[in-house]
Nanobody, 119 residues
Framework: QVQLVESGGGLVPAGGYLRLSCAAS????????MGWYRQAPGKQRELVAR?????RTNYADSVKGRFTISRDKNTVYLQMNSLKAEDTAVYYC???????????????WGQGTLVTVSS
């Protein structure tokens, strides 16, 4: 069983900052990509940021210049600066991984952590 454990969510004022963490554990041979997604009330889940192969990154246009994704082994971070009320959402961690060499990629999701930005 592979688990992703998220932490760092909370209540912050607009203009503030927050750092999310997600640690992957279990039977993992390698992780190909990790990312953060979010789901705001009444909206579908959307990509926030993704890091592929430990270097290439993708960001949603709405967070470019404000959020930074990084990875250290099996842990991914999301540094969120200049937070806006529109950033309020449940943030989910995702990982694409292999349990063994020569096996197809699998994926796992964290339980979600709530980020609330007060205006």
């Amino acid at each position: 069983q592979v688990q992703l454990v998220e932490s760092g969510g909370g209540l912050v004022p607009a203009g503030g900052y927050l750092r999310l963490s997600c640690a992957a554990s279990g039977s993992i041979f390698s992780i190909n990509a990790m990312g953060w997604y979010r789901q705001a009330p009444g909206k579908q889940r959307e990509l926030v940021a993704r890091i592929i192969g430990g270097s290439r990154t993708n960001y949603a246009d709405s967070v470019k210049g404000r959020f930074t994704i990084s990875r250290d082994k099996n842990t991914v971070y999301l540094q969120m600066n200049s937070l806006k009320a529109e950033d309020t959402a449940v943030y989910y961690c995702n990982a694409e991984f292999r349990k063994e060499r020569f096996r197809l990629n699998e994926d796992a999701w964290g339980q979600g952590t709530l980020v609330t930005v007060s205006s």
